[in-house]
T-cell receptor, first 109, second 116 residues
Framework: QKEVEQNSGPLSVPEGAIASLNCTYS??????FFWYRQYSGKSPELIMS????GDKEDGRFTAQLNKASQYVSLLIRDSQPSDSATYLC?????????FGTGTSLTVIP | DVKVTQSSRYLVKRTGEKVFLECVQD?????MFWYRQDPGLGLRLIYF???????EKGDIPEGYSVSREKKERFSLILESASTNQTSMYLC???????????????FGPGTRLLVL
């Protein structure tokens, strides 16, 4: 079983809609959770971090964490074409970081 | 601002060549990592280092070695390049987030290596 699982997509949403990205993880001892955005040919950049159950909002982005269900999600409100990218879910467990394979998002103008 | 640089953005090498990929960070971070990223396989950890001259194997160390003689520099070495090592190579450091106790990873721009 992989440490972090994501639906690879592709996910397509119209401009202005809400994009919902999901991630599950296997280690209940995981403490920190992250979402990275990666444009084609570029390296991942951190967009959200969350450590406590519940929601964390930053501009158009909301991260949601449910430790009981071992589930992390990212909502992107008012999606823009510039949000088109691959989104990586990452989990910090002990000394290591584990990454999902990413969900490809396309926002259609 | 955190800055992580990698020696090359694109590199073309021949099978059997010895290849050096360099990563330099300017933030005095102790932990540095080398990943490779392939379509459908995601990011896979090759090696990491938590201090000068210290190294630990990641998930896929075979065919690679590393060197960390100075804190700011972490080198990945492909002893004898093979075509299955064609990939995007990403260096990262581990750094604290605002608020203190949590850390995350910051990536360099990546090196796209093609082995012919």
């Amino acid at each position: 079983q992989k440490e972090v699982e994501q639906n690879s997509g592709p996910l397509s949403v119209p401009e202005g809609a809400i994009a919902s990205l999901n991630c599950t993880y296997s280690d209940r001892g995981s403490q920190s959770f992250f979402w990275y955005r990666q444009y084609s040919g570029k390296s991942p950049e951190l967009i959200m971090s969350i450590y406590s159950n519940g929601d964390k909002e930053d501009g158009r982005f909301t991260a949601q964490l449910n430790k009981a269900s071992q589930y992390v999600s990212l909502l992107i409100r008012d999606s823009q074409p510039s949000d088109s990218a691959t989104y990586l879910c990452a989990v910090n467990t002990g000394n290591q970081f584990y990454f999902g394979t990413g969900t490809s998002l396309t926002v259609i103008p | 601002d955190v800055k992580v640089t990698q020696s090359s953005r694109y590199l073309v090498k021949r099978t059997g060549e010895k290849v050096f990929l360099e990563c330099v960070q300017d933030m005095d971070h102790e932990n540095m990592f080398w990943y490779r990223q392939d379509p459908g396989l995601g990011l896979r950890l090759i090696y990491f280092s938590y201090d000068v001259k210290m190294k630990e194997k990641g998930d896929i160390p075979e065919g690679y070695s590393v060197s960390r003689e100075k804190k700011e520099r972490f080198s990945l070495i492909l002893e004898s390049a093979s075509t299955n090592q064609t990939s995007m190579y990403l260096c990262a450091t581990r750094f604290p987030l605002a608020g203190g106790w949590q850390e995350t990873q910051y990536f360099g721009p990546g090196t796209r290596l093609l082995v012919l």
